[in-house]
């Protein structure tokens, strides 16, 4: 069983800029990622970064988000920047480890951007 904890989201302006943190209870050996959820909406894939460093982007961040993660592997970044209000979600972070069918979900982070 892994935990992940989300951090980090909050209000910001139109421009601005937040980082959100997802920490592990232990390192997932697999790919990490960033979700968001739009009410009403499912869950769509903002981020992702494998063992391997790989990383992929949904189209509508690239340029403008950058994912992270720490050498211990049980740290992940999302470095939001230019924040435009159709940001504004709630933001899961995700494990998928190598071998499993398991997957992990942190409990969320709220962003925000106002116009």
């Known amino acids: 069983q892994v935990q992940l904890v989300e951090s980090g989201g909050g209000l910001v302006q139109a421009g601005g800029s937040l980082r959100l943190s997802c920490i592990a209870s232990?390192?997932?050996?697999?790919?990490m990622g960033w979700y968001r959820q739009f009410p009403g909406k499912q869950r769509e894939l903002v981020a992702s970064?494998?063992?391997?460093?790989?990383?992929n982007y949904a189209d509508s961040v690239k340029g403008r988000f950058t994912i992270s993660e720490d050498s211990a592997r049980n740290t992940v970044f999302l470095q939001m920047n230019s924040l435009k209000p159709e940001d504004t979600a709630v933001y899961y972070c995700?494990?998928?480890?190598?071998?499993?069918?398991?997957?992990?979900w942190g409990q969320g982070t709220q962003v925000t951007v106002s116009s």
């Open positions: 995700h494990g998928d480890p190598i071998g499993t069918a398991r997957v992990y």
């Open positions: 232990r390192s997932i050996i697999g790919i």
């Open positions: 970064i494998t063992i391997g460093g790989s990383t």
